[in-house]
């Protein structure tokens, strides 16, 4: 009896040595609950659960900085405020990643919201990535960071804006292969394809062609239609995704797709809208692995096929020296 109390009383004791018991690391699921319930806290107002989570290193970086403690205000000038519209009615989730090590998890995930409160108009819809970092304090975890990224098509324009506000970057003389082919064939309708800043549909106004230019970037249409307007020139501009505009048929005497990717998988539908004689002329980056080109040549069979060259030379785009692919077509 005695040996039993003995060994009863050595164990208890070595598990009041070791402390309090390790809280189980979070799963991948626990932080994207976390997560979920961090942001449903803010849009439902919820102080208490908000300020809760909220670590005392906590910054939230959306192009201006706020801490926790103007997180918490914010929340609080809300809650006093009868606008409906600052909330949020719903969120879908999608492509969620958490990264964790030790005392740090990070949870990145795409979200589409729907703004609440602005119903006669239909509430506002956004698409961006969130990125919250949690962090072990004591027993909890607590939120340190949280940040946002626009995300999909808007993202996109506005990165191409960005470069043409900027006028850096890429050649601003038109394409030299479209001047060369342009040359070869009587003035008549053109489509410029994810046509930038207009510098080759400009050029082919100017030389006489009937032009039609098409991109979704608003600064590089709005550039375009500049420099028509300073030039005297006929251009139809128009804001558009190059892969949900109709093209037509028989209706272009010249399609020129010069670093025009968004549309390599409109080509049936320009080869479609290209009238008989009429020249399809092609440049973009050729050879690399990891940025897989259309297979023209079998694409234009049955076409004339007037030059189909990888050729290593100055692109007029993104870098110094690259493999380059000219491709020059016309339909019988
Ligand atoms: C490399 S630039 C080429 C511009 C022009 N062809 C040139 O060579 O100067 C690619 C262009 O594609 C446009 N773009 C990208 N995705 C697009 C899309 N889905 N719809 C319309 N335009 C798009 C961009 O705005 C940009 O102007």
Redo the contacts with the bound molecule.
């Keep these: 009896m005695r040996v039993v109390v003995v060994v009863v009383v050595v164990v208890a004791a070595a598990m009041a040595c070791r402390g309090p018991v390790a809280p189980r690391p979070p799963t991948d699921s626990d932080i994207i609950a976390k997560s979920h319930a961090f942001l449903e806290a803010v849009d439902h107002r919820d102080l208490a659960a908000v300020t809760a989570q909220l670590g005392p290193n906590y910054v939230r970086f959306e192009g201006t900085y706020r801490d926790a403690a103007q997180e918490i205000a914010s929340v609080q000038e809300r809650l006093a405020s009868s606008d409906p519209s600052t909330m949020i009615e719903s969120r879908t989730w999608s492509e969620e990643r958490v990264f964790a090590r030790g005392s740090d998890a990070v949870f990145i995930g795409r979200a589409t919201e729907q703004q609440g409160g602005n119903k006669i108009h239909g509430g506002y819809k956004d698409d961006g990535w969130y990125t919250l970092v949690w962090s072990r304090d004591g027993q909890a975890w607590k939120l340190v960071y949280r940040g946002w990224q626009t995300a999909g098509?808007v993202a996109?324009?506005q990165?191409?804006?960005h470069?043409?506000e900027n006028k850096l970057g890429?050649?601003h003389a038109p394409?030299k292969l479209l001047v060369e082919y342009a040359a070869t064939h009587a003035p008549g309708t053109a489509m410029?394809?994810?046509?930038?800043?207009?510098?080759?549909a400009l050029y082919l106004a100017s030389a006489g062609w009937t032009v039609t230019g098409?991109?979704?970037?608003e600064e590089?249409i709005r550039q375009a239609r500049e420099e028509a307007a300073a030039h005297a020139l006929k251009l139809e501009a128009v804001v558009?995704?190059?892969?949900?505009?109709d093209y037509g048929t028989a209706k272009w005497d010249l399609v020129?797709?010069?670093?025009?990717?968004?549309?390599f998988s409109k080509i049936a539908d320009l080869q479609r809208a290209t009238k008989p004689g009429g020249l399809f002329v092609y440049?973009y980056f050729g050879g690399a692995e990891d940025e897989p080109t259309p297979p023209l040549a079998t694409q234009f069979m049955g076409w004339d096929i007037l030059k189909d060259q990888l050729v290593d030379d100055v692109p007029?785009?993104?870098t110094d020296r690259a493999k380059i692919h000219r491709f020059v077509a016309r339909k019988r």
């Excluded at 410029?192 to 080759?200: C, I, K, L, S, Y």
């Excluded at 098409?214 to 970037?217: A, C, M, N």
């Excluded at 020129?256 to 549309?263: E, Q, T």
Aim: no cysteine; aromatic share 18%.
């Design positions: 098509s996109k324009t990165v191409w804006n470069i043409y890429f050649e394409n410029d394809v994810a046509m930038g800043q207009g510098r080759n098409v991109d979704f970037s590089g558009s995704d190059v892969t949900s505009y020129a797709m010069i670093y025009a990717y968004p549309a440049e007029d785009w993104r």
